[in-house]
């Protein structure tokens, strides 16, 4: 396969005309040798490199450009400045409007096409309404970057502006149940049936309140041990992503680095602290300290085959948040087959660890306290993660006095 080529188009000749031949197109500039080619070629060259994911789509579709051609457009510009969790979105977002608009002229997309898609997105059933209005916003956004890029009109912005956000009721859409804390003793009880990495992921989650992505993200040279004496500091993200999570690190104290450190022993600093590889491989050890047998011959010979060739799908370096949740789905699952019906695990996702961490701290030390540990801009968004204040206020209501009883006294 060649390899691809990120150079500059050079200035070519055809026949009496100066060329540049860029995309797969001869672009002619002018009569070959003029002050005019060199000017078209110089204009040329600016444009292309101030913006080098559109440049050209207008021209390939003669100003008639598609809507795949513009979310491929966007989906690509925002690769590598975006965390990661709103790229995501913004990929099931652009799949919707793609599987029924993707063949049409931008110019041609009005409110009611997207209504359309927004109606698409609530019939699907998996979306609640704040987030069928979000991913509505998010075409939008879609369409405003086409603007920036001269790809898209501007009054089509505006008209697809003026859609207004499903209410609380409207027919087919549903609203999801706010997410709770899990209490300490769910997890604690989880803990168990969980392989040695992912009980330890689960224990720093809940001590520092990260994200599931975060966790699953940190690699060895992320943390900073040489800064503090007593405090490790994890930067997430800190090459592409800084922005977008934040700038302030994450302190790790002396519990999680003795839970840590063990996984830092002998990795390069682009590896994964915390890797499903090494969760399976614990999982197998497991088995075999389980075994009550003597492993057979021929399980061994199956053994040493594997080795010498393994099956095309191994396990991954990295977990994303998909397979974190699901491991712990999965312990939950194992420890319930063997637990008595009164013992049984409710359900858990990794995040509720997270606002377990908002609740706790916003208990014991304040909602400020909690925002700082949360790392959010605003304390209204940690007051969405943060579920002390009613505990807060029935512990009041438990000490409370009436004050007229006591002056009538």
Request: hydrophobic residues 35%.
């Amino acid at each position: 396969m060649p390899k691809l080529k990120n150079e500059v188009p050079k200035l070519a000749r055809s026949g009496n005309y100066a060329c540049v031949y860029h995309g797969g197109r001869r672009h002619r500039l002018g009569l070959w040798g003029t002050p005019e080619a060199k000017t078209a070629y110089t204009r040329f060259i600016a444009e292309l490199q101030a913006s080098p994911i559109t440049f050209g789509i207008a021209q390939q579709r003669g100003g008639n450009v598609l809507v795949a051609e513009l979310a491929a457009g966007f989906f690509k510009n925002i690769q590598g400045c975006m965390h990661p969790a709103h790229i995501s979105h913004f990929k099931v977002t652009i799949g919707y409007l793609v599987e029924i608009y993707g063949d049409i002229a931008v110019d041609t997309f009005t409110p009611k096409k997207l209504k359309v898609v927004r109606n698409q997105m609530v019939q699907s059933g998996k979306l609640c309404r704040k987030v069928v209005n979000d991913y509505t916003g998010r075409i939008v956004r879609v369409f405003s970057w086409g603007v920036e890029e001269e790809l898209v009109k501007s009054g089509i912005v505006n008209d697809l502006r003026e859609v207004k956000a499903l209410r609380k009721g409207e027919p087919g859409t549903f609203e999801n149940p706010p997410r709770k804390e899990v209490a300490d003793d769910v997890v604690q009880r989880t803990l168990a049936f969980m392989s040695p990495t992912v009980a330890v992921m689960v224990q720093i989650q809940r001590m520092t309140g990260m994200r599931p992505s975060e966790l699953c993200e940190m690699t060895v040279g992320d943390i900073d041990q040489t800064r503090d004496s007593e405090l490790w500091y994890y930067a997430p993200g800190s090459q592409k992503t800084e922005e977008y999570i934040g700038a302030i690190p994450i302190p790790l104290g002396k519990p999680e680095q003795e839970l840590i450190a063990p996984y830092l022993t002998g990795k390069k600093p682009a590896a994964a602290v915390f890797s499903p590889k090494t969760a399976m491989a614990e999982w197998h050890d497991e088995r075999r300290r389980n075994r009550k047998t003597a492993v057979p011959p021929s399980q061994q010979k199956r053994d040493q085959q594997r080795a010498k060739k393994p099956a095309p799908r191994q396990p991954g370096e990295f977990y994303d948040q998909s397979s974190y949740r699901v491991a712990v789905a999965n312990a939950i699952e194992k420890g319930n087959k063997t637990l008595p019906a009164d013992q049984k695990i409710p359900k858990w996702s990794p995040y509720q660890l997270r606002h377990a961490n908002a609740t706790a701290t916003e208990k014991a030390l304040g909602l400020d306290k909690a925002q700082a540990v949360l790392r959010h801009t605003t304390p209204n968004t940690t007051k969405r993660y943060a579920h002390g204040q009613l505990a807060i206020a029935e512990e009041v209501a438990r000490q409370r006095v009436n004050p007229f009883d006591l002056e009538r006294e």
